[in-house]
């Protein structure tokens, strides 16, 4: 079973920066790729922005040009660095893990439990 935690969220003004990290802890997986989603009220999740195990970045269109997404093999842990943030950025944001776990070599693909992110205008 893999863990995925995340962090970060909170609420700040329009134009602020926020930092969101996802651990992922459990049994041994390689990672095929990681990504960042959100969820508005009333609105459907959204892909962010997600990276590759070949590196390969995609970012939403809404968010190229002031979201960051890089991730620490060492640790395990994925980040998003937002920045100019904008009162549509709120929402709950949710890691998201396509991972191949080494016993049996079965892929799963996971989810944390979701930050907040609050912009105020």
């Known amino acids: 079973q893999v863990h995925l935690v995340e962090s970060g969220g909170g609420l700040v003004q329009a134009g602020g920066s926020l930092r969101l990290s996802c651990a992922a802890s459990?049994?041994?997986?390689?990672?095929?790729?990681m990504g960042w989603y959100r969820q508005a009220p009333g609105k459907q999740r959204e892909l962010v922005a997600s990276i590759t195990s070949g590196d390969r970045i995609t970012y939403a269109d809404s968010v190229k040009g002031r979201f960051t997404i890089s991730r620490d093999n060492a640790k395990n842990t994925l980040y998003l660095q937002m920045n100019s943030l904008k009162p549509e950025d709120t929402a709950v944001y949710y890691c998201n893990a396509d991972l191949t776990v080494v016993v049996g070599m079965h892929r799963y693909n996971y989810w944390g439990q979701g930050t907040q992110v609050t912009v105020s205008s």
């Open positions: 459990g049994t041994l997986f390689i990672v095929n790729g």
